[in-house]
């Protein structure tokens, strides 16, 4: 069941996309080659709690860490370890956090110094294709018609997109109804609501879609070492149009990006 949030609620829900926004702009402050993701987790920890939120992974279905950090071939669920970052690498940084009972769920894939203009693009596809879902995430839609953007989007380049993991409703529960596949059929699935509150993030590898779990029971990879990239937003129906509560305007604004993706994004949505 679809648990639809008040006005009042979204905003609340906003405060806890923002604090993990605002996770992901410090955390690219730090990323750099020599780094590694176990230091990167403990000073998110610190963050988010002077923010005055609790972490939403930590010790959620028993995960032992603040931050999910998937690099290179890992595609989710990637354990923090102590093995540094390296020039060359990406790495998916996926955050929650609890504020006002609601939780905020967010991520973003970063580039450790240069990387190839083959992961470039599989990054800006992937990105893209997170826009393409949300501006599908209209009423008189179904969830079949976000997974159909991002699916069509992602196949045209040639890429895999991940069918065993999934988007999800977002609340007072880290995961509620509906499932957000990133593939589906027009007009297929659930309807979409006002006042839904939802993750949408799609999960694109540059080769198969198949992935494997490793033996610590956390980290999704792809089937073939290949990389894949992830990318997420806090999103809600208002007045029947999708309505982005994450921002990643600080991750811009620590690396020196000039970006206007999500006010483009409004404008155009908004003008449908």
């Not at 006005?7 to 690219?28: D, N, P, Q, Y």
Request: charged share 25%.
């Amino acid at each position: 069941m679809i648990i639809t949030k008040t006005r009042e609620e979204i905003e609340l829900m906003r405060e806890s996309a923002l604090v993990v926004s605002k996770t992901l702009g410090m955390l690219a402050s730090e990323l750099k080659p020599g780094v590694t993701t176990k230091a990167l987790d403990k000073i998110a920890e610190e963050f988010i709690r002077d923010l005055g939120a609790v972490p939403g992974f930590l010790g959620l279905y028993g995960c032992p860490s603040t931050l999910l950090t998937s690099v290179n071939e890992a595609v989710v669920h990637g354990l923090p370890t102590d093995k540094p970052l390296k020039e060359g690498d990406i790495v998916a940084i996926d955050c929650g956090a609890i504020k006002n009972d609601f939780y905020g769920d967010h991520a973003y894939t970063f580039t450790i110094g240069e990387v190839s203009p083959e992961i470039e693009k599989l990054l800006t596809i992937t990105k893209e294709s997170l826009y393409k879902g949300i501006a599908a995430l209209t009423i008189g839609n179904r969830v079949g018609d976000v997974g159909y953007a991002i699916q069509q989007y992602t196949e045209a380049e040639g890429y895999g997109v991940v069918r065993e993991l999934v988007g999800h409703g977002l609340g007072k529960k880290l995961h509620e109804d509906p499932e957000m596949p990133n593939y589906g059929r027009r007009g297929r699935g659930k309807k979409l609501v006002e006042g839904m509150v939802v993750a949408i993030e799609p999960m694109i590898n540059m080769g198969t879609h198949r992935i494997k779990q490793l033996e610590d029971g956390w980290t999704i990879v792809t089937a073939d070492g290949k990389p894949s990239a992830h990318f997420e937003h806090d999103v809600a129906i208002v007045e029947g149009k999708p309505e982005i509560l994450s921002t990643f305007k600080y991750i811009y604004q620590a690396l020196g990006i000039t970006s206007n993706e999500e006010d483009a994004f409004r404008k155009e949505v908004l003008t449908v």
